[in-house]
């Protein structure tokens, strides 16, 4: 993976910022009076206007999705893997955006931010925001960028479910539609995993009813356990059993050790969830989780995909990793399917991997070249 | 591409029509169909370097197993949906043959002939599974697990209630007219436009 340096790195970036002071409403009806929202951008816009690409992030996935942040030099933007000069979203044909979602906790307007009506943070008292809030979001920032149509909108997990919504809800601005590792909602399992977060989260005695930056303290227990059974459903079976086996990290198993045993598994997860925990809101992680809970593409057509994805006029690209057990191929073969009744280009493949869900930002040889020709169809020629 | 069948092929898909390439492979004809048929295609194929390849020529291809049953066509129907060369690797030939027939209007399959003159005398004479350039695997490790004559594809369609709108046959240069008269001694390959029976 070429995150260890500058190789075909976008280099150093810098978050930008717009903000928009008219009302914004939700589609739960309440409304903000003014938003913010963090982005980045990589390339240049062309003239015409025609070759700008929108990165939609998962749920906690930020704006920062490639190079590096002048105080960091470690650690590269999320999707660093694809995004970039000679990667599969060539940087130097493509003008690539990315925002941060409304209810996020990385900058955008969301409930670490100040209620400019209290001028204390939101809080729990954030309204929730849906898929299609953040693509009306985004869609104002399009317009404020100058762009017209994107060349392509690109998402995994929640993030492709956002780029399908976007190609239904605003068919003549998405010409091309990629969405990787996605479903076309979320099952009972789905959902239980995530109120399990949840319910870690709230159980939490830090969270103070979702006021605890107020308290000047965070649920970072609850955040954490959130996190390991997140990540937990993100991984494979094989792929935790190669990379961590029965390994113990401390003790032993001869019998007349007396000691903690800790495994690597454990250990791997303990540190992924204290780590999150320190960096991501509680709040945002409630809110992200039920946005998912609540997606549905085909809500508007009785639960008809056919039919909701009838009004896009994208190509498609839809990609399914073979140990992905959160959503599974069959989720990702459900779109296809509709895409096809409904007659809209599309191209489909099953990745072969071992890296469960995460294999949308994981190095892979198929997918990369897959995605890398995929992209040559977008933008001009 | 030199094979002769996908000449014969090419020159029965309308233009402009909606194209099913089952075993796209990398996506060499189903590119020539688009540009010199107009066709607007959609590749099958199972391989993953096939994909890659039929997706940088500018193609749309679905990674599916035929064998599978080709589910994710059940609603949407083509104009044609072509088989070159493949038939012969399928688990279930016949049941390949009646979901091409459903899903496209028409259907077009072509499969090296295994009554040729030339497999029955390699068989007939040194008791050996014919190997040849045109199929040099040995029995053991080749994909070829269903090989059928022209006779035997024939009888078939008719099991299956499928009409055989045109035939033609591949025969090397000197056996062409007995090809064309003898098509289960003489024809080196053959294809068929089929269409489900009206009847």
């Known amino acids: 993976m070429p995150n260890s340096g500058a190789h075909n790195s976008v280099g150093l970036v810098s978050p930008c910022r717009v903000r928009f002071e008219t009302a914004f409403q939700l589609a739960n009806g309440s409304v903000l009076a003014e938003h913010e929202l963090v982005y980045e951008t990589y390339g240049e816009l062309n003239a015409a206007g025609d070759n700008a690409v929108l990165i939609c992030h998962a749920l906690s996935g930020t704006h920062h999705a490639a190079g590096f942040y002048a105080d960091d030099g470690e650690r590269a933007g999320w999707w660093d893997l694809a995004i970039g000069p000679g990667k599969p979203i060539d940087t130097r044909r493509l003008f690539v955006v990315c925002s941060n979602n409304i209810g996020g906790c990385d900058g955008s307007t969301g409930p670490n931010t100040l209620n400019p009506e209290t001028g204390k943070p939101w809080g729990a008292k954030f309204p929730q925001p849906q898929v299609q809030d953040w693509v009306r979001s985004q869609k104002l920032l399009a317009e404020y960028l100058g762009i017209s149509r994107w ?44 109120e399990i977060a949840r319910h870690a989260i709230l159980s939490d005695p830090d969270w103070c009813d979702g006021d605890y930056l107020s308290r ?80 549905d593409l085909a809500v508007g057509n009785h639960g008809d995909l056919k039919a909701a994805v009838d009004k896009a006029i994208a190509d498609f690209l839809v990609l399914s990793f073979s140990s992905d057990w959160r959503f599974p191929p069959h989720r990702s073969i459900e779109i296809r399917d509709a895409l096809m009744a409904a007659g809209k280009p599309v191209t489909y493949a099953n990745i072969e991997t071992d890296n469960g869900h995460d294999g949308f930002l994981l190095p892979n040889q198929t997918y990369e070249a897959l995605l890398t020709q995929w992209m040559q169809r977008v933008g001009p020629a | 591409m030199n094979r002769l069948d ?87 030939p016949h049941l390949a043959l009646e979901r091409m ?53 024939e009888a078939l369609c008719s099991d299956l209630r499928i009409d055989i709108i045109e035939r033609a046959t591949v025969a090397g240069a000197a056996q062409k007219w007995l090809g064309k008269w003898w098509p289960n001694l003489f024809a080196s390959s053959a294809v068929y436009r089929i269409r489900r029976s009206a009847r």
């Open chain 1, 151 to 194: 060349a392509a909108v690109i998402g995994g997990s929640l993030g492709g479910m956002q780029a399908l919504q976007w190609a239904i809800d605003y068919p003549e601005w998405v010409e091309h539609c990629v969405a990787l590792a996605a479903a076309p909602k979320l099952t009972a399992q789905n959902i239980a995993f995530n």
């Open chain 1, 216 to 295: 000047d303290t965070i649920p970072s227990r609850g955040v954490a356990l959130a996190r390991m059974v997140g990540h937990l459903t993100y991984m494979s079976a094989d792929g935790m059993s190669d990379r961590f086996g029965r390994e113990l990290r401390e003790g032993s198993f001869t019998p007349e050790a007396e000691s903690e045993w800790v495994f690597q598994v454990e250990s791997y997860l303990r540190h992924q969830g204290t780590r999150f925990s320190t960096q991501f809101d509680a709040n945002t992680y409630v809110l992200m989780t039920r946005a998912l809970d609540l997606f």
């Open chain 2, 6 to 92: 996908l000449n014969t092929v090419l020159g029965w898909v309308p233009r402009g029509s909606k194209v099913l390439d089952l075993g796209c492979g990398d996506g060499a004809f189903l590119k020539r169909l688009c540009e010199e048929r107009g066709a607007v295609g959609v590749g099958v194929d199972i391989d993953p370097d096939n994909l890659v390849s039929a997706v940088s020529k500018g193609l749309d291809v679905i990674q599916e197993d035929i064998n599978e049953g080709l589910n994710c066509f059940t609603r949407y129907r083509f104009d044609v949906v072509i088989l070159t060369h493949a038939l012969q690797e399928l688990t279930h």
């Open chain 2, 101 to 153: 027939v459903h899903i496209g209007e028409e259907a077009i399959v072509s499969f090296p002939n295994f009554g040729h003159w030339r497999c029955r005398t390699h068989l007939g004479l040194t008791g050996h599974m014919p190997v040849s350039k045109a199929m040099p695997r040995s029995w053991y490790d080749t994909p070829n697990i269903h090989f059928c004559t022209v006779k035997d594809f």
